[in-house]
């Protein structure tokens, strides 16, 4: 069973930074997608972030941004750790939410692809 393990929450003022790490742990044959979602109090959750393999052995990332984050968050992925990061610059009092991570991986060869979600850590910007 695959499990992730996030890190990085926190209470920070607006126009500072702060950096989410998510960390996969268990029976993976290899990794399809790792994405990043927010839930901000009383709306649906939204995906922020997503960095995709393209199946290539050298694995060629593509990577995906919400609108609202773009040119200030920064998705990347430590392959050999299985571990993805979420690098939050500038932040608003707007970006204030629950952060949870999720993981697209195959568990073993011909198995079917299965999804996994990190527990989610706390992210409030005060203005």
């Known amino acids: 069973q695959v499990q992730l393990q996030e890190l990085g929450g926190g209470l920070v003022q607006a126009g500072d930074s702060l950096t989410l790490s998510c960390a996969a742990s268990g029976r993976i044959f290899s990794i399809k997608a790792m994405n990043w979602y927010r839930q901000a109090a009383g709306k649906q959750r939204e995906l922020v972030a997503a960095?995709?393999?393209?199946?290539?052995?050298?694995?060629?990332?593509?990577?995906t941004y919400a609108d609202s984050v773009k040119g200030r968050f920064t998705t990347s992925r430590d392959i050999a750790k299985d571990t993805v990061y979420l690098q939050m610059n500038s932040l608003k009092p707007e970006d204030t939410a629950i952060y949870y991570c999720?993981?697209?991986?195959?568990?073993?060869?011909?198995?079917?692809?299965?999804?996994?979600w990190g527990q989610g850590t706390q992210v409030t910007v005060s203005s």
């Open positions: 999720n993981v697209d991986y195959v568990p073993d060869l011909y198995k079917r692809p299965e999804t996994v």
């Open positions: 960095i995709r393999s393209d199946g290539s052995v050298n694995y060629a990332a593509s990577l």
